[in-house]
């Protein structure tokens, strides 16, 4: 089975990391990648949310712009500024950069989870979070392969979480460096699946996604 023992102590969740309107969303997006993936990560998500499986979202943030419109201080900035300089965004090109794509928007009850960082772990109430909801087993999609998907898996490995990544949910601007850092994660980390199969298992009358 993708998601291991069906009798399994605990539950199996869905992340969906920094699927913001300026990568997924076919209106405003500027490559191929991030809108194909994202009607893949839809698929996932309606089936997650037909058997009633926990939900969160990622998304950068404050870092651009708080709520009141303010820029970020350097000091927010960090590594950002030290490994790409000081790259000013207008409030339109900040608002694509943090609002989750529309095919992919978050209901009710789903918790979006906004971070500075890659790794959708680092300095969020994430793991918190997932202890809370008894999450062992979480399925991982959205973007980038190289940067946010493979920080935040080695991050969730690192918490001994069981992790699953459907391999048409994840989608690079670099297609050399998706298939790369794909492999990688595939041999290291994760569980590479079929996004029908897994579909197929998440949806299928046996499944048992709690003890």
Excluded at 37 to 43: H, T
Excluded at 167 to 190: F, M, Q, T, W
Aim: aromatic share 6%.
């Amino acid at each position: 089975m993708i998601l291991g023992d069906a009798m399994a102590v605990g539950q199996v969740g869905l992340l969906v990391v920094d699927m913001a309107r300026s990568l997924a969303d076919p209106v405003v997006a500027d490559q191929e990648a991030g809108p194909t993936a994202a009607m893949q990560c839809r698929r996932v998500l309606e089936a997650a949310r037909s058997v009633g499986l926990p939900v969160w979202f990622s998304r950068g943030g404050k870092r651009w712009f708080t709520s009141t419109g303010s820029p970020a201080a350097d000091v927010e900035r960090g590594g950002w500024v030290r490994m790409n300089g000081l790259v000013e965004q207008s409030p339109e090109q900040a608002e694509l950069a943090i609002t989750i794509t529309p095919q992919l928007e978050p209901e009710l009850g789903e918790v979006v989870i906004t971070k500075s960082k890659p790794s959708a772990f680092f300095g969020t109430p994430l793991i918190s979070q997932l202890m809370g909801a008894r999450v062992d087993r979480l399925i991982v999609v959205g973007m980038a392969t190289s940067c946010c998907v493979r920080a935040t898996i080695t991050d969730a490995f690192s918490y001994d979480l069981n992790l699953v990544v459907p391999v048409e949910c994840v989608a690079d601007r670099d297609p050399a460096a998706h298939e790369a850092n794909l492999r990688d994660i595939g041999s290291k980390y994760a569980t590479l699946c079929n996004t029908d199969e897994l579909i197929a298992e998440l949806t299928s009358p046996f499944a048992l996604h709690t003890n």
